[in-house]
């Protein structure tokens, strides 16, 4: 067969119903003793989805401030430095620590968070 014939036969193919192509496959089927059924294949590519979930990486963080340290005035300014709280509300999450100070905070966002506030002595929560 030639590269035309391929074609001709790749486009009445494509002509088919669902149901003439069902009864097609069958037919293949019954002709060369063959099972069109997906078996190995499948399973072989199990592993492979198994790594894509584990190679997922988290991209939002719950950011808890878990004590103040002990500069609180420091802990305070950092803390407005890196969120939009006012001063009272900054100067209550340190005091009534441990507070969450973000929720679903980017990973870039919450890492520099951390530093900020560790920098000044403060203890933070990354979850």
Known sequence: MSAKSYDKLIDEIGNMSVLQLSEFVKALEEKFDVSAAAGMPMMAAAPAVEAGAKAEEKTEFKVTLQEGGPEKIKTIKALRSVTTLGLAEAKQAVENAPTVIGEAVA???????KKALEEVGAKVELA
Do not use: L, Q, S, V
């Not at 990973?107 to 968070?113: H, I, R, S, W, Y």
């Open 107 to 113: 990973k870039d966002k919450a890492n520099e968070m």
